[in-house]
C-alpha cells in the first residue's frame, strides 16, 4: 500500500502560482511513477502532469505545457507540481497519484493504483 497525502492548494489570483506538494508513505516511494491529475465537479477526472520513477521523464497535459512543471524529491518522499501563469479553468481538486512502473509513467486514470483525497484549487479572474 502507498498512501499518498496532497497539500498546498489553494485561493490565488489569475496569473499567480501554487506550488502542490504531495507526500508518500508505504512502499519504497522511487518504485513509482507519480501523476497529477485534476477534476472538476460533473467532470471526469483528467491528466495533468507525470513523471517517471528516476526522474528524468516528465509528461504534460497540452494545457498546462510551459506553465506547470512536475518533479520529485525520492529522498523525502515527495512530488511537486509548480503551477505558474494560473488560469480560471485551472480551478478543481487536484489529485495525486502513484502508479508501480519501471519505465516511464501513466497518463490514464487507470493506470494509476493508488491515490490521494485532493487539494482544492481556486483561481479567480
Known amino acids: 500500500q502507498v498512501q499518498l497525502v496532497e497539500s498546498g492548494g489553494g485561493l490565488v489570483q489569475a496569473g499567480g502560482s501554487l506550488r502542490l506538494s504531495c507526500a508518500a508513505s508505504?512502499?519504497?516511494?522511487?518504485?513509482?511513477?507519480m501523476g497529477w491529475f485534476r477534476q472538476v465537479p460533473g467532470n471526469e477526472r483528467e491528466f495533468v502532469a507525470a513523471?517517471?520513477?528516476?526522474?528524468?521523464?516528465?509528461y504534460y497535459a497540452d494545457s498546462v505545457k510551459g506553465r506547470f512543471t512536475i518533479s520529485r524529491d525520492n529522498a523525502k518522499n515527495t512530488v511537486f507540481l509548480q503551477m505558474n501563469t494560473l488560469k480560471p479553468e485551472d480551478t478543481a481538486v487536484y489529485y495525486c497519484?502513484?502508479?508501480?512502473?519501471?519505465?516511464?509513467?501513466?497518463?490514464?486514470?487507470?493506470?494509476?493504483?493508488?491515490w490521494g483525497l485532493g487539494t482544492q484549487v481556486t483561481v479567480s479572474s
Open positions: 497519484a502513484a502508479q508501480r512502473r519501471a519505465v516511464g509513467a501513466g497518463r490514464t486514470v487507470n493506470d494509476y493504483n493508488y
Open positions: 508505504g512502499r519504497p516511494f522511487s518504485a513509482y511513477a
Open positions: 513523471i517517471s520513477w528516476s526522474g528524468p521523464s516528465t
